[in-house]
Nanobody, 120 residues
Framework: QVQLSESGGGLVQAGGSLRLSCAAS????????LGWFRQAPGKEREIVAA????????YYADSVKGRFTISRDNAKNMVYLQMNNLKPEDTAIYYC?????????????WGQGTPVTVAS
């Protein structure tokens, strides 16, 4: 079973940048879609970005388009989220997850997440 571990969060001023990392273990994720999600206080978890197995096909939520970039390194079993021009509304706990090729649902074993706080 795939285990996921997020890191890289922190406190940053509005307009700043952070790079989140997610390490997958247990099996190779080269045949998985990898995604980043976030959950802000009092809100439901939402998908932020996803990258397909080849790395060239990506998805971004409208709220982060042009500011966030998702990437993956299949050799290292890693997925990253580069976040630029951060806004206070980006404050949330960020999680990564994986979805096997052809499957419709994400894994149900969420990690601890990594908190991101953007100060205005």
């Amino acid at each position: 079973q795939v285990q996921l571990s997020e890191s890289g969060g922190g406190l940053v001023q509005a307009g700043g940048s952070l790079r989140l990392s997610c390490a997958a273990s247990g099996r190779t994720v080269s045949n998985y879609v990898l995604g980043w999600f976030r959950q802000a206080p009092g809100k439901e978890r939402e998908i932020v970005a996803a990258v397909y197995w080849g790395g060239s096909t990506t998805y971004y939520a409208d709220s982060v388009k042009g500011r966030f970039t998702i990437s993956r390194d299949n050799a290292k079993n890693m997925v990253y989220l580069q976040m630029n021009n951060l806004k206070p509304e980006d404050t949330a706990i960020y999680y990564c997850n994986a979805k096997f090729r052809g499957e419709s649902t994400w894994l149900n074993n969420w990690g601890q997440g990594t908190p991101v706080t953007v100060a205005s």
